[in-house]
């Protein structure tokens, strides 16, 4: 039962996950969620990103999906999904420190911290919880 529940609950998040990457893309482009002063090298960086992430976002509904199936491929997918989303937030994190990017104002640090922290918490907890044997 604590097994079944656990899935659910990550099966959720994947899914809340995934659609927050593809609704921060859909922002980036549409109503720019830049900071007012970014770096020379802040849109090469960042426009090197929509198509990695829309493949996680893709990838992270289809483990969420499976997981609520109950689908073995859900925990495999769900493995891969979370070395993606730490690789994801220590490479952002790692170049919002070197562009000073946290620091552009309340609103991008708020935004950028939320958003790295998540995914580097997130990815280690589904990598953990996932990788643990059901209990009997």
């Known amino acids: 039962m604590i097994e079944i529940k656990r899935l659910k609950t990550i099966a959720?998040?994947?899914?809340?996950t995934g659609i927050g990457l593809i609704l921060f893309w859909i922002g980036f482009f549409t109503i720019g969620l830049a900071p007012e002063n970014p770096p020379p090298c802040y849109f090469a960086?960042?426009?090197s990103f929509p198509l990695?992430?829309?493949i996680l976002a893709?990838?992270?509904?289809?483990?969420g999906i499976l997981l609520l199936k109950n689908r073995?491929?859900?925990r495999t997918l769900s493995l891969v999904c979370a070395g993606g989303l730490m690789f994801l937030g220590l490479l952002?994190?790692?170049f919002n420190i070197q562009n000073d990017i946290y620091k552009t104002s309340t609103l991008d640090l708020a935004l950028?911290?939320?958003i790295n922290v998540w995914?580097?918490?997130?990815?280690?907890a589904v990598a953990v919880l996932i990788s643990r044997k059901p209990v009997a």
């Open 12 to 16: 959720a998040l994947e899914l809340l």
């Open 45 to 47: 960086y960042e426009h």
């Open 52 to 54: 990695p992430d829309i």
């Open 58 to 63: 893709v990838a992270l509904l289809v483990s």
């Open 72 to 74: 073995e491929a859900g």
């Open 92 to 94: 952002d994190f790692s």
């Open 112 to 114: 950028n911290v939320f």
């Open 119 to 124: 995914c580097v918490i997130f990815g280690l």
